[in-house]
């Protein structure tokens, strides 16, 4: 069964990118935000087996729609994406809940991998 994603960033080229990325591995884009508050909404509706969201965001940053995400669901499966220089954000965003972290600009094997190996890990932190 196909992995069921949500992409999260403001930049439309940033969210395609990713998508491109792991719709050509065989993962399932089911959903896509563009801020934080639509993010939290959207994982609500859509369950999904994990959310790629990044952390500079208008309306609400990734961070806090981390711990909203995680407060209402602990087991979810967030990847953050940063850029270069945001490692203070990353910790942040890992003590607020996400599994793991990529960093732009993205390497598509590097995406896949850890996209792998935290639909492996358990259900909970």
């Known amino acids: 069964m196909k992995a069921r994603v949500l ?8 969210r395609k990118m990713i998508s491109d990325i792991l719709e050509s591995s065989g993962f399932e884009i089911v ?6 508050a639509d993010a939290v ?4 509706e859509i369950k999904p087996d994990i959310v790629t ?8 940053n990734g961070i806090d729609a ?20 945001q490692q203070a ?3 942040d965003a890992l003590k607020a809940g996400a599994r793991d972290f990529l960093i732009k600009p993205f390497n598509a094997s590097r995406v896949v991998e850890v996209i ?8 909970t932190a």
Not at 31 to 36: C, I, S
Not at 53 to 60: A, G, R
């Open 7 to 14: 992409v999260v960033d403001d930049a439309v080229f940033m």
């Open 31 to 36: 959903g896509e935000a563009d801020n934080g």
């Open 41 to 44: 909404e959207k994982y609500n």
């Open 53 to 60: 969201m990044d952390i500079i965001m208008p309306e609400m």
């Open 66 to 85: 981390v711990k909203k995400i995680v407060s209402t669901d602990s087991s979810a499966r967030v990847i953050m994406c940063s850029a270069l220089g």
């Open 89 to 91: 954000l990353v910790q």
């Open 116 to 123: 792998e190996k935290v639909l492996k890990l358990p259900a």
